[in-house]
């Protein structure tokens, strides 16, 4: 039986602040020894780790400490210097992250990291990374090829190869990266939205006969499905097409021993501390 892969989400942002350097060392701290993020980049083209493709009000503070009042600019419209002014170090109160998450351990301060900061700061752990982009609004991110590449130039920077594996719901990401770097391993997300509109973000591939069928047909190694729909069936298929099951994102003691006990080969979870525990 292989071990399962318990996987940090955006560090452990039930404890800490999400895709922030103290969020991760704090978690490493823990025992957590796998990550997964998100990188988007800036209009001057570094690689910044954030879940959101435009600043999120519930964790942002502006550079007088001000909450945002609304959505805010998009990562690819500021440079990295701007995006550095913010604070993203605690929750909003009150806020729906805030419910979600009401043991977070604040870090004011704490900013938006480069990629290269956290592959540097923690270099003995593996990272899940998420390539950020959304083919509904092309406008809002780098194009995919181009958020790609940049992603694998810091990685080949810190000779991270080896401890990375990149992932996107938007499928043409991988089958750039599969071709530019057949070393990098690979993650296939899907979600009932990306399904349904599978010849969008799948470009152009439609989704049948099955889901775990249609990563095995981009000769993926890894499936990333949203837990909650996840069935066993599922999981039992996608071992059958030789693929490993990394659902996200489970946060309940119920839901991770359920989908232990159904084979799961590792789990996303905002709280990692208890899926090691169970582990």
Same mark, same amino acid.
């Given at each position: 039986?292989?071990?399962?892969d318990?996987?940090?989400h955006r560090?452990?942002?039930?404890?800490?602040?999400? &895709?922030?350097? /103290?969020?991760?060392?704090?978690?490493?701290? !823990?025992?957590?020894?796998?990550? /997964?993020?998100?990188?988007g980049?800036?209009?001057d083209?570094v690689?910044?780790?954030?879940?959101?493709?435009?600043? &999120?009000p519930?964790?942002?503070?502006?550079?007088?400490?001000?909450?945002?009042?609304?959505?805010?600019?998009?990562?690819?419209?500021?440079?990295?210097?701007?995006?550095?002014?913010?604070d993203?170090?605690?929750?909003?109160?009150?806020?729906?992250?805030?419910?979600l998450?009401? &043991?977070?351990?604040?870090?004011?301060?704490?900013?938006?990291?480069?990629?290269?900061s956290?592959?540097?700061?923690?270099?003995?752990?593996?990272?899940?990374?998420e390539?950020?982009?959304?083919?509904?609004?092309?406008?809002?991110?780098?194009s995919?090829h181009?958020?790609?590449?940049?992603?694998?130039?810091?990685?080949d920077?810190?000779?991270?190869?080896?401890?990375?594996?990149?992932?996107s719901?938007?499928?043409?990401?991988?089958?750039?990266?599969?071709?530019?770097?057949?070393?990098i391993?690979?993650?296939?997300?899907?979600?009932?939205?990306?399904?349904?509109?599978?010849?969008?973000w799948?470009?152009?591939?439609?989704?049948?006969?099955?889901?775990p069928?249609?990563?095995?047909?981009?000769?993926g190694?890894?499936?990333?499905?949203?837990?909650s729909g996840?069935?066993e069936?599922?999981?039992?298929?996608?071992?059958?097409?030789?693929?490993h099951?990394?659902?996200?994102?489970? &946060?309940?003691?119920?839901?991770?021993?359920?989908?232990i006990?159904?084979?799961?080969?590792?789990?996303?979870?905002?709280?990692?501390? !208890?899926?090691?525990a169970?582990r």
């Amino acid at each position: 039986m292989r071990p399962l892969d318990v996987q940090g989400h955006r560090g452990a942002r039930a404890l800490f602040p999400e &895709n922030t350097v /103290e969020g991760f060392l704090g978690a490493a701290a !823990l025992g957590v020894d796998a990550f /997964e993020l998100d990188v988007g980049l800036t209009a001057d083209g570094v690689v910044v780790v954030s879940h959101d493709l435009a600043l &999120n009000p519930d964790i942002t503070r502006d550079a007088e400490g001000a909450w945002l009042s609304g959505r805010g600019p998009t990562l690819r419209s500021l440079t990295w210097a701007e995006v550095r002014r913010y604070d993203v170090g605690r929750i909003r109160p009150g806020s729906r992250t805030a419910l979600l998450f009401p &043991n977070q351990t604040p870090c004011d301060g704490a900013r938006i990291p480069t990629l290269a900061s956290v592959l540097e700061a923690l270099q003995r752990v593996r990272f899940t990374i998420e390539v950020k982009t959304d083919p509904s609004h092309p406008d809002w991110t780098a194009s995919p090829h181009e958020l790609a590449d940049a992603t694998l130039a810091v990685i080949d920077t810190h000779q991270a190869a080896a401890r990375v594996m990149v992932e996107s719901f938007d499928w043409r990401v991988q089958r750039h990266v599969r071709v530019a770097r057949p070393d990098i391993r690979l993650a296939w997300l899907t979600r009932a939205e990306t399904v349904r509109d599978a010849v969008l973000w799948w470009d152009g591939v439609t989704a049948g006969p099955s889901v775990p069928a249609c990563v095995a047909a981009e000769r993926g190694l890894v499936w990333a499905p949203d837990h909650s729909g996840l069935t066993e069936a599922d999981i039992q298929e996608a071992h059958a097409l030789g693929l490993h099951v990394l659902p996200w994102t489970v &946060n309940q003691p119920a839901d991770m021993r359920r989908l232990i006990g159904w084979g799961v080969d590792g789990l996303i979870s905002d709280r990692p501390d !208890l899926a090691r525990a169970l582990r």
